[in-house]
């Protein structure tokens, strides 16, 4: 590629002064004893902008990864800790709470969103006799969430 620039041209990423014309240094120049030395110029490197895009969309991606991981975990130890409170309320106890925290995280499986969760736990505590809302149930829920969101951050990095 061949560029005039104003009093210099530029070929093959080389910037020659005007004396030796737009083709480079010839015979018969200027100054016939003497070969201009040649600049080159610095002309971004197309890879390292790849590569650093690449690695932000790596950064990207696994920071995603890290999300859905601590959502994940978060949800579940939500499910265990409101399966908990919810079998204490029924007089559930050994392996019945077990059991029902198995339950509980299971129907958190069935749909998207916290919908399924909160209908079966009040299905479970309306059909053992307490009384209880779904607004009620839901708040649970939400405090039960912070609280294992905390727990999760209190945990020791592994």
Known sequence: ?????GKA???NGH??????????????SRYPGRMAQAVVLQQPEVETAMTTFNEREKGFEKKFTHDQDL??????????LL??????????????VEDY????RKADLAE??????????????????????EADVAKKLHEFL?????????APKT
């Open 15 to 28: 910037v020659y002064p005007a004396m030796h014309g737009a083709h480079g240094p010839r015979a018969g």
């Open 9 to 11: 041209s530029v070929a």
């Open 112 to 133: 998207k969103g916290d919908a399924d969760v909160l209908r079966k736990v009040l299905k479970d505590l309306t059909d053992k006799g307490v009384k209880m809302t």
């Open 71 to 80: 959502k994940f975990k978060a949800e579940s130890r939500r499910n265990k």
């Open 83 to 96: 399966g908990e409170w919810a079998a204490g309320l029924m007089g559930m106890s050994g392996t019945a």
């Open 146 to 154: 912070a609280e294992a969101v905390a727990q999760i951050e209190s």
């Open 101 to 104: 925290v198995k339950a509980v």
């Open 1 to 5: 590629m061949l560029t005039a620039l």
